[in-house]
């Protein structure tokens, strides 16, 4: 059940009389977020965007995390993802939740619970095989949203033959997250194949004058291909998060192409 559907299913039973107005007053009291003190959790992100509070775990304790996903555990009913996590990390999360699993390359924790068949498609581009622990952090967060993802990784410019082998199923696709280093020309070849938004990731892969993804940022930025967008150096997860936005908004209107 999700937290939509938990209210309407709260309001309900104050409708029939199983629930006093009062105790529905006390649960609705905290739908807002809770304040934990040192966080405040944000329990409306579910009902708004479909996907809990994501929790980016750089910067904060074991002991913060813990209070913040216990939280969510408690109030939300839908998936949870976490971002930027180490196994310290989840050793807390898995305790919490033993459905917690961990996936190291991409620095990522998810908690599934929500049984929901992966819908539409979203595909996942990568330049070169350092560029793969930004691109999984992309498949990780679009595959939590619910959708289905297929991944392509080292077929970068370098190579562009490689890319080209998977022209048919990129094509199909409803978005596509390019993952680049270097000179990020990837974004830019990608973007002038396929008919859907592409999200470009710069990142920090490359030699000195690529200045930690800058160079690729700008590249990616001035891309001569319509339909290219960009996000922050090295952000897979906003990349995969607005893939999975795109991909359900284009799913609910009729399926993928």
Known sequence: M????????????????????????????SLPFSDLGFAKVDHHRELRQGLAEVVYCEGKTPEQVRGIVGALLEKNKGNILLTRAGPEIYDVVRKLDERAAYHPEARAITVERDDVEPFGLVSIVSAGTADM????????????????????YDVGVAGVHRLLNYREPLERSNAIVVVAGMEGALASVVGGLVPCPVIAVPTSVGYGASFGGLAALLAMVNSCAAGVSVVNIDNGFGAGYMAGLINRMVDSGGGNR
């Open 133 to 152: 622990p930004v691109a999984q952090e992309a498949l990780v967060t679009a595959s939590i949203m619910g959708s289905r993802v297929e991944r392509f």
């Open 2 to 29: 999700n937290y939509e559907d938990a209210i309407m299913e709260l309001l309900l039973q104050v409708e029939s009389g199983r629930v006093p107005p009062g105790k529905a007053l006390d649960q609705l009291r």
